[in-house]
C-alpha cells in the first residue's frame, strides 16, 4: 500500500528553501529517513523476478537476489518462512515473492524480506513434485529393476494407514470378503499433517524390524502403505522424500495405495506396485476364494485330463519300449548266446572224437609198422645183438672184436656172457 505523500518525510525540503540555512544531516540521519520512506511507501508488496546468487546457511535462512532486466534486489528468507517452502529454489528460477522492504542502517542497503515464494507458472507444491521426482528417478528410486514381485496369497499381510480414516476399513473389508484366512498387522500412522511423514516412514521401518525377528513361516510377505483420497495438500506426506526412501529400502514388498486413481504420488512411482485406491490393493493382494476354487477346479480338471493323455501315451510308448528291451534283454541274449555255445560244444566234441579216432587209427598204423621193425621182434624169430664190453657197442663187423674180448649176446628170451677165441672172417688177435 502506498502512502501519501503528506505521510512520508521530505528530505530535501529545508535545503531546497533559499529562506532557511542549510542543514547538515548525519549518514544516520539519511539511512533512518530513508528506511522510514521505504518502509512506510511500499509496506507489504509482491514482487516478480529471476532468483539469482542463491545461498542457504546452515541457520536455515535463505539469501538471493531478485533481477530483471534492468535492476536487482537483494532478498532474504528466514527459516520460519524458508521452512514452509517444499520446492527447491534454485538460480534462474522465476519467482513471486511477498514480503516487506526493510532497510539495514548498518550496510546502508535495503532488501526485501520474504515471506512467502511461489514459482512463477506453476505452483510451489507442484514444482516442489517434479524437482523431487528427477532426483530419485536419476538415483534409481523408480527403476523397474528394483521392484520385486507380489508374493501370490500371502498368509501374513502388513498395512501402514491411519486407524481413523476410511482406507483401512476398506482394506479389511475387501480382505475379510476374499479371503478371510489371512493374518493383518496394522501399524498405525498419521497420513497428512505435520509429522505425517515422518510417522509414515518410521512406520514401514518398524515392520521390517518387526518382521526379521520372526521365524521365517511366520514374517509379513506384502506391505500396503496408503491413505484415502484428498487435495494435494493432503497427500503431500507422501510425496516426501523420507517415505520414499522408506519404501524404497523395505525388505517386504510395497503395494502403494494414496487417493483416488487420478492421484499419482511419488510412493506410488517407488513401490512395487501402484493401486488406484486402498480397496484395489487389497484386492491384488489377496484372490477371492470363491475364485480360487473354481480356477481349482478347472487345474484339476485340465490335471486329469492331461494325465489320463500322459498315462496314454506312455502305455503306447512302453508297449513299444517294451518290446525293444525285450530284444535287448540280457537274459534273452544269454539264452540264445548259451543254446549257440551248446551247439558249439556239441559240434566240437563231434570234431574232437573224429579228430582223436583219425589219430588213433594213424597211431595203431605207426605202431604196427614200428612193431615189425623192432629188434625185439626180429629176437623172437632167432634172431640175436652182441654187444662188446664194457661199452656195450653193437659189434656190426667180426673184425672189430678182439680175441679174449667179453662179449654179450642178447636173446629173445635173456642173455649170454661170453669171450672170444676167434672171430669168423679172420683171427683174433692174441
Known amino acids: 500500500m502506498i ?51 542463491f545461498k542457504a546457511h546452515p541457520s536455515g535462512h535463505f539469501y538471493f537476489s531478485l533481477k530483471d532486466k534492468e535492476a536487482i534486489l537483494k532478498t532474504a528468507m528466514f527459516n520460519w ?92 473389508k475387501v480382505l475379510d470378503r476374499r479371503f478371510s484366512d489371512v493374518n493383518i498387522i496394522i501399524h498405525p500412522a498419521q497420513v497428512q499433517g505435520e509429522g505425517a511423514r515422518e510417522e509414515i516412514a518410521q512406520a514401514i521401518k518398524n515392520l521390517n524390524t518387526f518382521n526379521e525377528e520372526l521365524p521365517a513361516h511366520q514374517r509379513i510377505e506384502v506391505m500396503i502403505v496408503g491413505r484415502g483420497g484428498g487435495s494435494i495438500e493432503d497427500l503431500w506426506a507422501f510425496n516426501e522424500e523420507i517415505v520414499a526412501r522408506a519404501i524404497y529400502n523395505s525388505k517386504i514388498p510395497v503395494i502403494s495405495a494414496v487417493g483416488h486413481e487420478r ?63 525285450l530284444l535287448l534283454n540280457p537274459i534273452a541274449r544269454l539264452e540264445r548266446n548259451q543254446e549257440k555255445i551248446a551247439d558249439f560244444i556239441r559240434q566240437l566234441s563231434l570234431r574232437i572224437n573224429h579228430f582223436l579216432k583219425l589219430k588213433q587209427a594213424e597211431f595203431s598204423n605207426s605202431l604196427e609198422k614200428l612193431s615189425s621193425l623192432s629188434p625185439l621182434n626180429i629176437l623172437a624169430r632167432g634172431y640175436s645183438i652182441t654187444f662188446q664190453l664194457p661199452g656195450e657197442d653193437v659189434i656190426k663187423d667180426a673184425g672189430s672184436v678182439k680175441a679174449g674180448s667179453l662179449i654179450k649176446t642178447r636173446l629173445h628170451k635173456g642173455t649170454i656172457l661170453s669171450r672170444v677165441k676167434e672171430a669168423e672172417g679172420g683171427l683174433c688177435n692174441g
Request: glycine content about 6%.
Open 3 to 53: 502512502k501519501s505523500a503528506k505521510d512520508t518525510p521530505d528530505l530535501f525540503k529545508e535545503s531546497m528553501s533559499p529562506d532557511t540555512k542549510r542543514r547538515i544531516y548525519t549518514v544516520s540521519q539519511i539511512t533512518q529517513d530513508i528506511k522510514l520512506m521505504l518502509e512506510n511507501t511500499f509496506g507489504e508488496v509482491w514482487v516478480e523476478g529471476e532468483v539469482s546468487n
Open 81 to 172: 518462512a524458508s521452512k514452509e517452502v517444499k520446492f527447491k529454489i534454485e538460480n534462474g528460477l522465476k519467482a513471486i515473492c511477498f514480503g516487506k522492504i526493510d532497510v539495514y542502517p548498518p550496510h546502508g542497503e535495503y532488501k526485501l524480506i520474504i515471506e512467502k515464494i511461489e514459482p512463477k507458472g506453476i505452483g510451489s507444491l507442484q514444482l516442489a513434485l517434479e524437482q523431487l521426482k528427477q532426483k530419485l528417478e536419476k538415483e534409481g528410486l523408480f527403476s523397474e529393476q528394483h521392484k520385486r514381485p507380489i508374493p501370490y496369497l500371502p498368509s501374513r499381510i502388513g498395512v501402514v494407514t491411519s486407524l481413523s480414516g476410511a482406507a483401512i476399513k476398506d482394506i479389511l
Open 263 to 325: 492421484d499419482v504420488t511419488i510412493a506410488d512411482l517407488v513401490a512395487d506396485i501402484r493401486a488406484a485406491t486402498p480397496s484395489v490393493a487389497a484386492e491384488i493382494v489377496v484372490p477371492k476364494k470363491e475364485d480360487l476354487k473354481e480356477k481349482l477346479t478347472v487345474l484339476i480338471e485340465d490335471l486329469k485330463r492331461v494325465g489320463q493323455q500322459t498315462l496314454e501315451s506312455r502305455a503306447v510308448d512302453f508297449n513299444s519300449t517294451y518290446k525293444k528291451l
